[in-house]
């Protein structure tokens, strides 16, 4: 097992592992710093067999006009701001808060609340049915519980658009917990622990961030990958520290110390995005009466897997992120991420590594 996941697998054990650290060590880079910007906000990326067009049935538009009605009323409640104040140097620089895409970019690193909420209203204006914008608005959410954008549609539109998702059922129990309703909590973080893939569009979150890059015709080149793997694998995720405090809190509950430990195991097993996959195992560990014999039970049950993915994430370092030579086509990265969503981000790796040359 390779030192990486090592390290992870105890951070994670102790403390709320919501930090990717291995792009970090495989590119020895930061992000630039900004006074007036903040950690990203979430940790985003959603499969196209479970991302549908948006419905146009009478509900969803009904949902959709009242989102409408919300946002104006807080369009006009909110200070004027100038929308690109805190853009970070490099291509932020050419962020367009009157595209869809660039508002939710700059809505996932504004510090300022009325600024984020700004910039997250521009999005809902703009692109209301995004994944990404939905999560982010979910999870601004949980620590702005009293935000004039705060309501259930973001999660009612979650949920239609990726049902079967168990990023959804993580967002239920979390504000069922913070309205107080325990038993409706613990029943949907038993049905995310039933969930066969969590997703959180981290896929998404890179094309997002491709398509800036491409306007500014980047070559599809190592700088490019590190570009698109820095904006979504290096986040924190505020989803992933309220399900680590809420099981904490109840953590002398067996019932709820079982259904913790079974959503962790789920998310390691299940999860499309190696993140998720690391804290899913931390999650489980630092719930279990015994973590270090979960931890070696665990280990013996994967090792085959581990070894495996500890290869293919060490190639990729080494081929991809640290090879300046290396380049892929427009239809290589569309492939690179429809397998991402479809088959998880270990695929996507060996799609590219397979696939690409020199």
Not at 114 to 126: A, K, M, T, V, W
Not at 226 to 232: F, G, H, K, T, Y
Not at 325 to 345: N, T, Y
């Amino acid at each position: 097992m390779s030192a990486r996941k090592l390290v992870i697998l105890i951070l994670l054990a102790g403390v709320c592992g919501a930090t990717y650290y291995w792009f970090a060590q495989g590119t020895g880079e930061t992000l630039p710093t900004d006074p007036h910007l903040s950690s990203p906000l979430i940790y985003p990326s959603s499969s196209p067999t479970r991302s549908p067009e948006p419905s146009t049935d009478q509900n969803t538009n009904a949902t959709s006009q009242q989102r409408t009605q919300n946002t104006a009323a807080v369009t006009e409640m909110l200070p004027a701001a100038d929308l690109h104040t805190g853009a970070k140097a490099g291509w932020w620089q050419a962020l367009d808060p009157e595209r869809a895409t660039d508002a939710i970019l700059l809505a996932l690193h504004a510090s300022d609340l009325n600024q984020r909420e700004i910039y997250l209203l521009q999005g809902l204006q703009l692109d209301p049915f995004n994944p990404v914008l939905n999560m982010a608005l979910l999870e601004h959410c949980i620590a702005q519980i009293g935000s004039t954008l705060c309501d259930t549609q973001a999660l009612e539109i979650l949920v239609t658009l990726d049902s079967e998702n168990g990023l959804s059922a993580d967002f239920a129990a979390i504000q069922a917990y913070q309205n107080g309703d325990y038993q409706s909590s613990l029943t949907a973080l038993e049905k995310a622990a039933q969930s066969s893939i969590t997703d959180t569009y981290e896929w998404r979150l890179m094309d997002m961030v491709g398509e800036v890059l491409t306007r500014e015709e980047r070559p599809l080149d190592n700088q490019f990958m590190i570009d698109v793997m820095r904006e979504a694998e290096s986040r924190s995720s505020v989803r992933m520290g309220a399900l680590f405090q809420m099981c904490q809190d109840q953590r002398t509950d067996s019932i709820w110390q079982a259904a913790c430990a079974r959503r962790g195991l789920s998310l390691n097993e299940n999860a499309n995005a190696l993140g998720q996959q690391d804290f899913g195992l931390g999650l489980a560990m630092s719930i279990a009466d015994d973590p270090e014999s979960l931890y070696r039970s665990l280990l013996q049950e994967r090792e085959v897997r581990l070894a495996r993915t500890s290869e293919v994430v060490q190639r990729f370092d080494a081929e991809v992120l640290e090879n300046s030579d290396w380049r892929m086509s427009a239809a290589q990265w569309r492939s690179f991420l429809d397998i991402f969503a479809r088959e998880g981000q270990v695929a996507a790796y060996q799609f590219l590594l397979h696939n690409t040359a020199d």
